[in-house]
């Protein structure tokens, strides 16, 4: 079993910057792939961003069009972060963390992970 809890969300206004974190304990993989994604009131779970953790290599990113260039994905031992900054009103959602247990080379989709956190929510006012 695998738990992730996420925090930092709340409301800021347009242009702002948060920084969410996502707390990981139990049993993963040595190499496990972490996503971060969010879902805005009415619409489908949608992907933001990614991190591979590989052993001893650097690690890799990636980003939705949406967010790149805003958002920065980092972790620690324990901890991923999603780093956010010149927020926008479209931005508003409850975000959530995810783990993978296998790193692989495809897409990161909701569908393929396997733990997920509650979620935090992000607001942004005009």
């Known amino acids: 079993q695998v738990q992730l809890v996420e925090s930092g969300g709340g409301s800021v206004q347009a242009g702002g910057s948060l920084r969410l974190s996502c707390v990981v304990s139990g049993r993963t993989s040595s190499s496990p792939t972490m996503g971060w994604f969010r879902q805005a009131a009415g619409k489908e779970r949608e992907f933001v961003g990614s991190?591979?953790?590989?052993?001893?290599?650097?690690?890799n990113t990636a980003y939705s069009d949406s967010v790149k260039g805003r958002f920065t994905i980092s972790r620690d031992s324990a901890t991923v972060y999603l780093q956010m900054t010149n927020l926008k009103p479209e931005d508003t959602a409850v975000y959530y963390c995810?783990?993978?247990?296998?790193?692989?080379?495809?897409?990161?989709?909701?569908?393929?992970?396997?733990?997920w956190g509650k979620g935090t929510l992000v607001t942004v006012s005009s």
């Open positions: 991190i591979r953790r590989s052993w001893g290599r650097v690690d």
């Open positions: 995810a783990i993978r247990q296998v790193s692989g080379s495809g897409p990161v989709t909701a569908s393929g992970m396997d733990y």
